[in-house]
C-alpha cells in the first residue's frame, strides 16, 4: 500500500534533466513537456546540448541536459534555475550545482555514484558525504538496478534495459508532481508502436518508477501544479526552429508558390534544414548545397525562376552569405536569409546563443546594400515572422534577414495553433506574358520595388545581373548620377518597408521613469522582469523591438516619452549603437551579458532598480 | 505533304540581341557567341525558355550578348545559381558560361558539385589559361612555368586539366572544341545540349591580349590535322591530314600508330565509345598532351545516367501521395496537439 499523499500546490516548477549525452535527456524531457501540456500547464523548454555527439561518457563535457519549466501562470522563459535536479551521474550534478535553488530537490540514480564516476566527474571527495549538497533535498534512487530488475521479464539485452533509466525518472516525477501514467504514455506510443516489446517494457519502467516514489520515506510531499487560465483552443509545443520551417510553409502557401531552401547545415539552425526536409508533400524542396555560398546562391537562382526562396544559416555562415545578399540586393529578388545566431567571432560557441549578428546582418556587405532585418522574440513567433519575412521579400522585392538565435530556436513554448485562413495573401509583384511595358527596372510608385518577371515567361527576355543597371530600362551602366540615383531607390525601397509593419507596441504605461529596450530572443525574461517589477509599482516599461531595419515609424515618439532608456542584449551593445545613429537626440544606457547565457530575472531586475532608483 | 501545324524554325535572328558585344576585336568570344547561336535552333524551339547564367570575367559578359533570359551572377557561382534555377523550373533549358579562373579557381567547388548532382544544364567552359578582364594573372590552367604579370619566373603550380577534374567529379558528358572551329562547335553545343544531364564543353579560347596564341599549338590551321584527334562516337579514333594515324591501346597506354607502319591495320584502331560507363579510355583520351598525342576533341564522354532534378521530382510526387498531410493547417493539427476547454 502506498502512503498517503501531502500534496502541496505550487505556482510553477523549473525541472532540469541531466545526464550524459546518451542517456535520453533530451527525449525525457520532452515527455515530460508534454505531460504538462497535456494536463493544461503553459510551459517553457530549453535544451542544453554539448558541442560533441558523445563526448566520453561521465565526464563534465559529456552532461547534455533539458530544462523545462511549466506553471498555472504565463510563462515566458525556460527559468533561471531549477526546483528539481535530474542528475544521472556525478558530472550531471558537479555541472548543474550552480543553477539550482536553495533547497531544490535533487534526484540521482545511486547506482552511478561510485568512486570511477567521482573521479571522471573530477570529484575530490563524495559529494553525498562531504556536506555540500546539505542545503538540498536529496532522493537517492537505485534506478539502474531497479529498471533493469523490473525489465529482466522481458528479452531485453543489458545497453537497452540502461537506455530505459529515464523511463524510471518519468515515473517518479509523474509520482512526485501527481500525474496519471497516462499522460506519458502518448509519446512512448509514438515512438515505440512498431516494438510491442519495447513498448511495454517502457510502460512498465514507467510504472516501476511511480511505485518506488510512492514507496519510499523520502518522498513525503507531492506538488500540484493546476493548469494555467488560458484561451480555449488546440495548442502544441513549438521550437523556435520548427516553427520558422512551419511559418515559410505557411508563407508558401499564402503566396501560392512552392518552398525552396538551399543550405548548408549549421549549428544551430540545421532543424529548419532537417525539417524542411520532410515536407516534400507541401511541395518544399530543400537542396543541402557544398557550402553557404552556394545554399544562397541556389536560394537566388530559384528566386528568379520564381520560388520563395529561402537560405538558413548562423553567424560563420551569414559572413560567407554577404556576397550573394549583396547579389539579392542589387538584383532586387526576393530572398528570405535566417541567421539562428549563437555565440561568436568565429566557431565561437556553436551550441550557445548570442545576438552579436545584428551589426553583420545590418551592413556585413560591400556597397551601399540595405536590406530588411527582422527578428522574431519567442520560439513560437518564429512562426509568424518567418511568415513575415517571406511576404516582406515577394511583395518587396528585397532580400530579408530574419534574426533568430540558439536560445528560442531550440527552446519550446506551447502555441495556441493559429487559423491560417486568417493569414493575409501575399501578393507576388508578377509581370503578365507579353506585357509591351516590361521593364526589368520599373517600379512600383509606392513600394518602389521592380516587378518579378520569370525565365520562361512569354515575351519578357531580360537578363538581370551584380553590374550596377540604368534606371528602367535595367541596361548595364556605369554612368555616376544614375549609380546615385539607383543606390538611394535601394535605400529608399527599403526604408518604405516602414510603411507596411506595424507600429511599435510597449508593455506597460506609454510614458514613466524607464524604458527598457529589448530586441530578439530575449523578450521573455526581460518581459516577465518587467512584469514582475509593475507588480511591485514600478514605473518601467518594456519596447521590445522586432522589425530592425527599417525601424517602426512612432520609435522615436515612444523614446520620447520616457525619462531614461536602456538597452538589454546579449552583445556588448550592437543595437544601443545602431539606435544612437538613428536617433541621436536621445541617450542609452545599456546591459550586456556575452556569456552564451540568455538573460536571468533576476539579474534584470537589480539591475532595472539600481536605475530606478537614481530617477 | 501539307502538315497541320507547322513547327515555327527559329533561325540565328532570334537569338540575336541588338547590343554591342564588348569583347575585344580578335577575341574568342565572338566565334563562340556566334556558334551559340546558330546551335540554339536546333536546341530549343522557344527562345523564352532558354536561359544563361554567367559568373565573372570576360566570358560571363555572355548573357548580355544574347536573346535569352539572362544572368551575370557572381564569381565561381553560377552552376550554384543555375542549380537553383534549374531546380526552380526543370523547363528552362539552363547554360552556364563560364571561364577557368571562374569555374576550376573561385568556383571549383561549386563545378565539381553540379558534375556529380547531374542536373541537366550545360556549361560552356571558355579556357584561355589566363584572367582577361583582371588583366593577366595565371589561372588554375596555365601551363606550369608560364610566365604572366603575377609570375614573373614563371608559375610554379601544376595546371588542372578541366576534363580530368570533371571525369573525377562524375561527369557524365565532357567535350572540348577550339575556338577556330565554328562548325565543330556548333556541333558539339547541340550535343551537349541534347544531353540528358551536366554537359561540360570546354573551349579552347584565344585572349588577344594576354594570352595570345596559347592555344596555337593545337589550333593553329598548319598543325591541327595533327595536333588534333576529333572523336565520334562509334567511329576508329584517326587523325592527320589523310586520317593516317590514330590511336591504340598497348598495356595500358594509349600509343600513336601510323596505318601501314609495322602492321597496323585500321581494324586494329580504338573505335571511340563516348557511352561507355566506365571512364577510363575516355579519361585517358582527355590527358592526351602534346608532344607525344593530339589532343582530344569532340565528345569525349556521354553516358546516360539520372538526373538530379527528375530524380527530386520523383521523390516529391511520391512523398505527396503517401502523405496524410498536403495543407499548413493539417501540419499544424497533426501529431501532439492539447486541447485547453
Given at each position: 500500500?502506498?502512503?498517503?499523499?501531502?500534496?502541496?500546490?505550487?505556482?510553477?516548477?523549473?525541472?532540469?534533466?541531466?545526464?550524459?549525452?546518451?542517456?535520453?535527456?533530451?527525449?525525457?524531457?520532452?515527455?515530460?513537456?508534454?505531460?504538462?501540456?497535456?494536463?493544461?500547464?503553459?510551459?517553457?523548454?530549453?535544451?542544453?546540448?554539448?558541442?560533441?555527439?558523445?563526448?566520453?561518457?561521465?565526464?563534465?563535457?559529456?552532461?547534455?541536459?533539458?530544462?523545462?519549466?511549466?506553471?498555472?501562470?504565463?510563462?515566458?522563459?525556460?527559468?533561471?534555475?531549477?526546483?528539481?535536479?535530474?542528475?544521472?551521474?556525478?558530472?550531471?550534478?558537479?555541472?548543474?550545482?550552480?543553477?539550482?535553488?536553495?533547497?531544490?530537490?535533487?534526484?540521482?540514480?545511486?547506482?552511478?555514484?561510485?568512486?570511477?564516476?567521482?573521479?571522471?566527474?573530477?570529484?575530490?571527495?563524495?559529494?553525498?558525504?562531504?556536506?555540500?549538497?546539505?542545503?538540498?533535498?536529496?532522493?537517492?534512487?537505485?534506478?539502474?538496478?531497479?529498471?533493469?530488475?523490473?525489465?529482466?521479464?522481458?528479452?531485453?539485452?543489458?545497453?537497452?534495459?540502461?537506455?530505459?533509466?529515464?523511463?524510471?525518472?518519468?515515473?517518479?516525477?509523474?509520482?512526485?508532481?501527481?500525474?496519471?501514467?497516462?499522460?506519458?504514455?502518448?509519446?512512448?506510443?509514438?515512438?515505440?508502436?512498431?516494438?510491442?516489446?519495447?513498448?511495454?517494457?517502457?510502460?512498465?519502467?514507467?510504472?516501476?518508477?511511480?511505485?518506488?516514489?510512492?514507496?519510499?520515506?523520502?518522498?513525503?510531499?507531492?506538488?500540484?501544479?493546476?493548469?494555467?487560465?488560458?484561451?480555449?483552443?488546440?495548442?502544441?509545443?513549438?521550437?523556435?526552429?520548427?516553427?520558422?520551417?512551419?511559418?515559410?510553409?505557411?508563407?508558401?502557401?499564402?503566396?501560392?508558390?512552392?518552398?525552396?531552401?538551399?543550405?548548408?547545415?549549421?549549428?544551430?539552425?540545421?532543424?529548419?534544414?532537417?525539417?524542411?526536409?520532410?515536407?516534400?508533400?507541401?511541395?518544399?524542396?530543400?537542396?543541402?548545397?557544398?557550402?553557404?555560398?552556394?545554399?544562397?546562391?541556389?536560394?537566388?537562382?530559384?528566386?528568379?525562376?520564381?520560388?520563395?526562396?529561402?537560405?538558413?544559416?548562423?553567424?560563420?555562415?551569414?559572413?560567407?552569405?554577404?556576397?550573394?545578399?549583396?547579389?539579392?540586393?542589387?538584383?532586387?529578388?526576393?530572398?528570405?536569409?535566417?541567421?539562428?545566431?549563437?555565440?561568436?567571432?568565429?566557431?565561437?560557441?556553436?551550441?550557445?546563443?548570442?545576438?552579436?549578428?545584428?551589426?553583420?546582418?545590418?551592413?556585413?556587405?560591400?556597397?551601399?546594400?540595405?536590406?530588411?532585418?527582422?527578428?522574431?522574440?519567442?520560439?513560437?513567433?518564429?512562426?509568424?515572422?518567418?511568415?513575415?519575412?517571406?511576404?516582406?521579400?515577394i511583395e518587396h522585392m528585397t532580400p530579408v534577414i530574419l534574426l533568430t538565435d540558439g536560445y528560442i530556436a531550440n527552446g519550446s513554448e506551447l502555441w495556441p495553433i493559429p487559423d491560417i485562413s486568417k493569414y493575409h495573401e501575399i501578393k507576388a509583384p508578377h509581370v503578365k506574358n507579353n506585357d509591351p511595358d516590361y521593364k526589368p527596372y520599373k517600379r512600383d510608385d509606392k513600394k518602389l520595388s521592380r516587378y518579378w518577371a520569370l525565365p520562361g515567361q512569354e515575351g519578357l527576355r531580360h537578363r538581370v545581373g551584380g553590374l550596377e543597371k540604368a534606371n528602367i530600362t535595367g541596361e548595364v551602366s556605369h554612368d555616376p548620377l544614375n549609380h546615385e540615383l539607383m543606390v538611394k531607390t535601394r535605400a529608399e525601397k527599403v526604408q518604405r518597408v516602414a510603411n507596411y509593419i506595424p507600429e511599435q507596441e510597449i508593455t506597460g504605461n506609454k510614458n514613466g521613469d524607464l524604458l527598457v529596450i529589448g530586441w530578439g530572443g530575449t523578450f521573455g525574461a526581460l518581459n516577465t522582469a518587467i512584469e514582475e517589477l509593475q507588480k511591485e509599482g514600478k514605473n518601467i516599461s518594456l519596447c521590445h523591438i522586432n522589425y530592425i531595419n527599417p525601424l517602426p515609424k512612432n520609435l522615436k515618439e515612444v523614446f520620447s516619452r520616457f525619462k531614461k532608456r536602456i538597452v538589454c542584449e546579449l552583445n556588448m551593445g550592437q543595437m544601443a549603437n545602431y539606435l544612437r545613429s538613428q536617433y541621436p537626440e536621445f541617450e542609452y544606457s545599456q546591459y550586456n551579458k556575452i556569456q552564451g547565457l540568455p538573460f536571468m530575472i533576476k539579474e534584470l531586475k537589480n539591475k532595472f532598480n539600481e536605475i530606478l532608483k537614481e530617477i | 505533304m501539307i502538315m497541320d501545324s507547322p513547327v515555327q524554325v527559329l533561325t540565328v535572328a532570334d537569338f540575336t540581341l541588338d547590343a554591342q558585344v564588348k569583347w575585344c576585336p580578335g577575341c574568342g568570344g565572338h566565334a563562340i557567341l556566334s556558334s551559340i547561336k546558330k546551335a540554339l535552333p536546333e536546341t530549343s524551339d522557344d527562345p523564352d525558355k532558354v536561359v544563361f547564367i554567367s559568373g565573372i570575367g570576360c566570358s560571363s559578359r555572355f548573357p548580355y550578348y544574347i536573346k535569352t533570359y539572362g544572368f551575370h551572377s557572381l564569381h565561381g557561382r553560377a552552376t550554384a545559381i543555375a542549380s537553383g534555377v534549374k531546380i526552380a523550373n526543370p523547363e528552362l533549358q539552363v547554360w552556364i558560361v563560364t571561364g577557368d579562373g571562374d569555374s576550376m579557381a573561385i568556383g571549383g567547388n561549386h563545378f565539381i558539385h553540379i558534375l556529380r548532382r547531374n542536373l541537366d544544364v550545360n556549361i560552356l567552359l571558355f579556357n584561355n589559361k589566363i584572367y582577361g578582364l583582371t588583366k593577366g594573372q595565371y589561372s588554375p590552367t596555365t601551363p606550369l612555368g608560364g610566365v604572366t604579370k603575377t609570375s614573373p619566373e614563371g608559375t610554379i603550380e601544376q595546371p588542372f586539366i578541366p576534363g580530368e577534374l570533371a571525369m573525377g567529379a562524375q561527369a557524365t558528358f565532357f567535350a572540348r572544341v577550339p575556338d577556330n572551329d565554328p562548325g565543330m562547335m556548333k556541333e558539339v553545343f547541340v550535343k551537349a545540349a541534347k544531353h540528358k544531364g551536366t554537359s561540360l564543353v570546354e573551349i579552347y579560347q584565344n585572349c588577344v591580349i594576354f594570352s595570345n596564341q596559347i592555344h596555337a599549338e593545337v589550333t593553329g590551321k598548319e598543325v591541327r590535322h595533327d595536333h588534333q584527334i576529333y572523336l565520334e562516337h562509334g567511329k576508329p579514333m584517326l587523325f592527320g591530314k589523310n586520317k593516317e594515324k590514330g590511336l591504340i591501346v598497348r598495356g595500358t597506354r594509349l600509343e600513336v600508330v601510323e596505318i601501314g607502319k609495322n602492321g597496323v591495320r585500321l581494324e586494329d584502331i580504338l573505335v571511340h565509345n563516348s557511352t561507355a560507363s566506365d571512364p577510363t579510355v575516355q579519361f585517358m583520351l582527355t590527358r592526351m598532351s602534346l608532344p607525344e598525342y593530339p589532343m582530344a576533341m569532340g565528345v569525349i564522354r556521354s553516358v546516360e545516367a539520372p538526373v538530379y532534378e527528375e530524380m527530386l521530382e520523383k521523390q516529391v510526387a511520391q512523398t505527396s501521395q503517401k502523405s496524410k498531410i498536403h495543407s499548413v493547417t493539417e501540419l499544424l493539427h497533426s501529431g501532439n496537439t492539447f486541447l485547453v476547454e
Open positions: 500500500m502506498g502512503k498517503k499523499k501531502k500534496i502541496i500546490e505550487l505556482d510553477s516548477v523549473v525541472i532540469k534533466f541531466a545526464g550524459d549525452s546518451g542517456d535520453g535527456m533530451q527525449l525525457t524531457g520532452t515527455q515530460f513537456s508534454d505531460s504538462s501540456a497535456i494536463i493544461g500547464n503553459d510551459l517553457s523548454t530549453f535544451p542544453d546540448y554539448t558541442s560533441e555527439i558523445r563526448a566520453p561518457e561521465g565526464t563534465i563535457a559529456g552532461v547534455s541536459g533539458f530544462q523545462v519549466h511549466f506553471g498555472n501562470k504565463s510563462i515566458q522563459t525556460p527559468g533561471d534555475q531549477a526546483d528539481v535536479l535530474v542528475a544521472m551521474n556525478p558530472a550531471a550534478l558537479k555541472s548543474n550545482m550552480k543553477w539550482l535553488k536553495h533547497g531544490a530537490t535533487i534526484l540521482i540514480d545511486i547506482d552511478c555514484f561510485d568512486e570511477k564516476n567521482y573521479n571522471k566527474a573530477g570529484y575530490t571527495s563524495d559529494p553525498l558525504e562531504d556536506g555540500s549538497l546539505d542545503e538540498y533535498h536529496i532522493i537517492k534512487a537505485p534506478i539502474t538496478t531497479l529498471t533493469r530488475t523490473t525489465v529482466a521479464e522481458y528479452n531485453i539485452d543489458v545497453q537497452t534495459a540502461d537506455k530505459m533509466r529515464n523511463q524510471f525518472v518519468i515515473g517518479l516525477l509523474f509520482w512526485l508532481f501527481n500525474r496519471e501514467i497516462s499522460t506519458g504514455e502518448n509519446y512512448l506510443v509514438e515512438k515505440f508502436g512498431k516494438n510491442p516489446e519495447l513498448l511495454k517494457a517502457n510502460i512498465s519502467v514507467i510504472q516501476a518508477g511511480f511505485n518506488y516514489a510512492e514507496n519510499i520515506e523520502a518522498i513525503s510531499t507531492t506538488y500540484l501544479v493546476n493548469p494555467a487560465v488560458k484561451k480555449k483552443g488546440l495548442y502544441r509545443n513549438i521550437t523556435g526552429n520548427i516553427a520558422t520551417a512551419w511559418g515559410f510553409l505557411a508563407a508558401a502557401e499564402k503566396a501560392k508558390k512552392e518552398l525552396f531552401l538551399g543550405s548548408y547545415p549549421i549549428t544551430p539552425a540545421s532543424e529548419i534544414l532537417h525539417e524542411l526536409a520532410h515536407m516534400k508533400n507541401l511541395g518544399a524542396v530543400t537542396f543541402q548545397a557544398e557550402d553557404e555560398i552556394a545554399g544562397i546562391c541556389s536560394a537566388i537562382g530559384a528566386s528568379y525562376a520564381g520560388k520563395l526562396a529561402i537560405t538558413t544559416t548562423s553567424g560563420p555562415g551569414l559572413a560567407l552569405k554577404g556576397e550573394g545578399i549583396g547579389l539579392a540586393v542589387m538584383t532586387e529578388l526576393p530572398i528570405v536569409i535566417v541567421d539562428v545566431q549563437r555565440g561568436g567571432p568565429s566557431t565561437g560557441l556553436p551550441t550557445k546563443t548570442e545576438q552579436s549578428d545584428l551589426m553583420q546582418a545590418l551592413y556585413g556587405r560591400s556597397g551601399e546594400s540595405p536590406c530588411v532585418v527582422i527578428a522574431a522574440s519567442s520560439p513560437a513567433n518564429c512562426f509568424d515572422y518567418a511568415f513575415t519575412a517571406s511576404k516582406i521579400a | -
